[in-house]
């Protein structure tokens, strides 16, 4: 069949020195029943077969070696292309743990539903035994897992995701613990998939999609919801935050940790290029991570964070060489393109790219406009972090890096300003509580429609939220060096339904005028919604702003905010006593000078 060093499930009982590993693998097989097991040691020569063998039964296609050496085209299912909120699920004890925010199962009929499924569901095919370590393999913040998985495409993914194979298998058995994924491609029937998460027993279910978010278990079912639950207990963060260092041209770097709703920024902000003058006087941004961020406080009493991750799975449409020139540069080689479309000459190819001509749409079929776009608004690149020009050298740093500035931001196309600051944490808290933001092709379901998405972990918390936000709440305390805490929005619309804000590079000026309020150098004007800067506190020269990008940038709009801050009040009371009092106080506060 192959050239792996697979064996019979019978032979494979001691294969790690961890006991409670091999007991996990035997029983998994005995359920599912694989031809073969696969113990992943990730190394360049088990990839290599990996791929050869996905190129020839068609799950790669080799994209042209010339311009994208080493690098792959996957067609997932049609139906396949995105994670699948409603039938993700938090298993917990008590359905009040997992909170309105989750779908919830009690873990009995969580395990039995999922059995079910998986029993038998690997006949034929090869079980995939894939170690894997979130965060720098020697840092006290990260934490291991290991997914057992049938896809050889998950495989490979989670080589360039995760620090995956010998090293990470190696601090397993060191440590004894580990996550337990279960995943299966099942047979990719949207009736037949749930993703399903036992955060008290440190394990996931995963079954029926090959799609990222769902089948990468490392990524969202792990270093988000079962992390965030754990992170609860013992004290530190798991949050969907990019981390990026803004140097300034005194060559001080200030970190900043930024959480956006999926498809609304984060590998774009932590990629960014300064904008041309600013290039020229020394500023510089450098990338520690895209999508995810764990942080608790250090000795000094700051916050440190680590990128769990290892590569980034970004989104491939807008993405271009004067949009994000990094990510460009990132995926020019060794790169899986997921559901992209291609030219003529197997170039992988996405709307918004601005070169080239699509031949072949993201379904493998002749390209016509009428079919709709030619490469899937989800479509996504899986690419080693380490391939990014911008990648900071402190991404590996075991202890982290301290955060000056915490942001949220979501896509509102009206209402909400560029930027304003919250006065304080317990603000700030309320500010990420609140944070609306018009859904994306991230998700399965409508697209631009407006919802709650605090933190933008409305799709990742492993837990109730009025808990979550008491748990963010309580680094408010002796010792802590908290962060200031922002708000941005760069989606604001004009009357003519365009962006009033020419974003991407130019969102350094943004994070300037912070990192100046952080150090007590910019201005603001007091608001009852937070501290706004004016066109004289941030440097909007060279920028071509009419009267009305002006006016709603960095403007406050009392009448808008007042209906805006009654909707937090009912957002914030579907959670009953779980809710922190001093959130309702906070947006009580708040609504009272509004309406004044
Ligand atoms: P992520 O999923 O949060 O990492 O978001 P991405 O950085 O991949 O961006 C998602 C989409 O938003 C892409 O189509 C980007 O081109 C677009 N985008 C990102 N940053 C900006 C910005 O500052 N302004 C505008 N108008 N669009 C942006
Ligand atoms: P994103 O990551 O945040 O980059 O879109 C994937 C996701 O959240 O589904
Ligand atoms: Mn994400
Ligand atoms: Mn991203």
Same mark, same amino acid.
């Given at each position: 069949?192959?050239?792996?060093?697979?064996?019979?499930?019978?032979?494979?009982?001691?294969?790690?020195?961890?006991?409670?590993?091999?007991?996990?693998?035997?029983?998994?097989?005995?359920?599912?029943?694989?031809?073969?097991?696969?113990?992943?040691?990730?190394?360049?020569?088990?990839?290599?077969?990996?791929?050869?063998?996905? /190129?020839?039964?068609?799950?790669?296609?080799?994209?042209?070696?010339?311009?994208?050496?080493?690098?792959?085209?996957?067609?997932?299912?049609?139906?396949?292309?995105?994670?699948?909120?409603?039938?993700?699920?938090?298993?917990?004890?008590?359905?009040?743990?997992?909170?309105?925010?989750?779908?919830?199962?009690?873990?009995?009929?969580?395990?039995?539903?999922?059995?079910?499924?998986?029993?038998?569901?690997?006949?034929?095919?090869?079980?995939?035994?894939?170690?894997?370590?979130?965060?720098?393999?020697?840092?006290?913040?990260?934490?291991?897992?290991?997914?057992?998985?049938?896809?050889?495409?998950?495989?490979?993914?989670?080589?360039?995701?995760?620090?995956?194979?010998?090293?990470?298998?190696?601090?397993?058995?060191?440590?004894?613990?580990?996550?337990?994924?279960?995943?299966?491609?099942?047979?990719?029937?949207?009736?037949?998939?749930?993703?399903?998460?036992?955060?008290? /027993?440190?394990?996931?279910?995963?079954?029926?999609?090959?799609?990222?978010?769902?089948?990468?278990?490392?990524?969202?079912?792990?270093?988000?919801?079962?992390?965030?639950?754990?992170?609860?207990?013992?004290?530190?963060?798991?949050?969907?935050?990019?981390?990026?260092?803004?140097?300034?041209?005194?060559?001080?770097?200030?970190?900043?940790?930024?959480?956006?709703?999926?498809?609304?920024?984060?590998?774009?902000?932590?990629?960014?290029?300064?904008?041309?003058?600013?290039?020229?006087?020394?500023?510089?941004?450098?990338?520690?991570?895209?999508?995810?961020?764990?942080?608790?406080?250090?000795?000094?009493?700051?916050?440190?964070?680590?990128?769990?991750?290892?590569?980034?799975?970004?989104?491939?449409?807008?993405?271009?060489?004067?949009?994000?020139?990094?990510?460009?540069?990132?995926?020019?080689?060794?790169?899986?393109?997921?559901?992209?479309?291609?030219?003529?000459?197997?170039?992988?190819?996405?709307?918004?790219?601005?070169?080239?001509?699509?031949?072949?749409?993201?379904?493998?079929?002749?390209?016509?406009?009428?079919?709709?776009?030619?490469?899937?608004?989800?479509?996504?690149?899986?690419?080693?972090?380490?391939?990014?020009?911008?990648?900071?050298?402190?991404?590996?740093?075991?202890?982290?890096?301290?955060?000056?500035?915490?942001?949220?931001?979501?896509?509102?196309?009206?209402?909400?300003?560029?930027?304003?600051?919250?006065?304080?944490?317990?603000?700030?808290?309320?500010?990420?509580?609140?944070?609306?933001?018009?859904?994306?092709?991230?998700?399965?379901?409508?697209?631009?429609?407006?919802?709650?998405?605090?933190?933008?972990?409305?799709?990742?918390?492993?837990?109730?939220?009025?808990?979550?936000?008491?748990?963010?709440?309580?680094?408010?305390?002796?010792?802590?060096?908290?962060?200031?805490?922002?708000?941005?929005?760069?989606?604001?619309?004009?009357?003519?339904?365009?962006?009033?804000?020419?974003?991407?590079?130019?969102?350094?000026?943004?994070?300037?005028?912070?990192?100046?309020?952080?150090?007590?150098?910019?201005?603001?004007?007091?608001?009852?919604?937070?501290?706004?800067?004016?066109?004289?506190?941030?440097?909007?020269?060279?920028?071509?702003?009419?009267?009305?990008?002006?006016?709603?940038?960095?403007?406050?709009?009392?009448?808008?905010?007042?209906?805006?801050?009654?909707?937090?009040?009912?957002?914030?009371?579907?959670?009953?006593?779980?809710?922190?009092?001093?959130?309702?106080?906070?947006?009580?506060?708040?609504?009272?000078?509004?309406?004044?």
């Amino acid at each position: 069949m192959n050239n792996l060093s697979q064996t019979a499930p019978a032979e494979n009982a001691g294969r790690s020195k961890l006991a409670a590993l091999n007991e996990w693998v035997a029983q998994v097989a005995a359920l599912t029943q694989p031809d073969a097991i696969h113990w992943c040691d990730g190394s360049d020569a088990e990839n290599a077969t990996l791929v050869a063998q996905m /190129e020839a039964d068609g799950t790669l296609i080799r994209l042209n070696e010339q311009t994208h050496p080493r690098s792959w085209l996957h067609r997932s299912h049609p139906d396949d292309v995105a994670r699948v909120e409603h039938l993700t699920f938090v298993c917990t004890t008590a359905q009040d743990d997992a909170g309105p925010n989750n779908h919830w199962m009690s873990p009995a009929d969580g395990h039995a539903k999922m059995d079910e499924l998986f029993a038998g569901c690997m006949k034929g095919r090869t079980m995939y035994v894939v170690p894997y370590c979130m965060g720098p393999i020697d840092s006290p913040l990260s934490r291991c897992g290991v997914e057992i998985t049938d896809s050889p495409y998950v495989v490979a993914n989670m080589r360039i995701m995760t620090r995956m194979g010998a090293p990470a298998l190696a601090r397993i058995e060191r440590e004894g613990t580990f996550v337990r994924g279960l995943h299966s491609i099942g047979e990719l029937d949207p009736n037949r998939r749930f993703i399903m998460h036992f955060p008290e /027993e440190l394990t996931i279910k995963s079954y029926g999609s090959g799609y990222g978010g769902n089948a990468l278990l490392g990524k969202k079912c792990h270093a988000l919801r079962i992390a965030s639950h754990q992170a609860k207990s013992e004290g530190w963060l798991a949050e969907h935050m990019l981390i990026l260092g803004l140097e300034n041209p005194q060559g001080e770097t200030h970190y900043v940790a930024a959480a956006f709703p999926s498809a609304c920024g984060k590998t774009n902000l932590a990629m960014l290029i300064p904008p041309e003058g600013y290039r020229k006087d020394g500023w510089k941004v450098w990338t520690i991570g895209d999508d995810i961020c764990w942080m608790r406080p250090g000795a000094d009493g700051r916050l440190y964070a680590i990128n769990p991750e290892a590569g980034f799975f970004g989104v491939a449409p807008g993405t271009s060489i004067n949009s994000n020139p990094n990510a460009l540069k990132t995926v020019s080689h060794d790169t899986i393109f997921t559901n992209v479309a291609m030219t003529a000459d197997n170039q992988p190819w996405w709307e918004g790219l601005g070169e080239g001509k699509p031949v072949i749409d993201w379904r493998g079929n002749d390209y016509d406009s009428s079919n709709g776009p030619a490469a899937h608004p989800n479509s996504r690149f899986t690419v080693s972090a380490s391939q990014c020009p911008s990648y900071s050298p402190r991404a590996e740093d075991a202890q982290g890096v301290p955060i000056s500035a915490i942001v949220f931001g979501g896509r509102r196309a009206s209402l909400v300003p560029l930027v304003f600051e919250a006065r304080d944490w317990t603000h700030g808290v309320l500010v990420g509580a609140a944070m609306g933001s018009e859904t994306t092709a991230a998700a399965t379901g409508a697209v631009g429609v407006m919802r709650r998405d605090p933190m933008a972990m409305k799709p990742f918390c492993g837990y109730n939220f009025g808990d979550y936000f008491g748990h963010w709440l309580s680094f408010d305390r002796e010792g802590v060096k908290l962060p200031k805490i922002f708000h941005v929005n760069w989606f604001r619309k004009g009357d003519d339904g365009k962006f009033l804000w020419p974003g991407f590079g130019d969102n350094l000026r943004v994070l300037e005028w912070m990192i100046k309020r952080v150090k007590g150098e910019a201005g603001a004007q007091e608001t009852p919604i937070g501290n706004l800067p004016t066109t004289d506190d941030i440097n909007v020269e060279g920028l071509s702003l009419s009267e009305e990008a002006k006016a709603k940038l960095f403007g406050f709009d009392r009448t808008g905010w007042r209906a805006e801050f009654d909707s937090i009040g009912e957002f914030l009371r579907e959670y009953g006593p779980r809710m922190p009092q001093a959130l309702h106080d906070e947006q009580q506060r708040i609504a009272q000078s509004l309406a004044e």
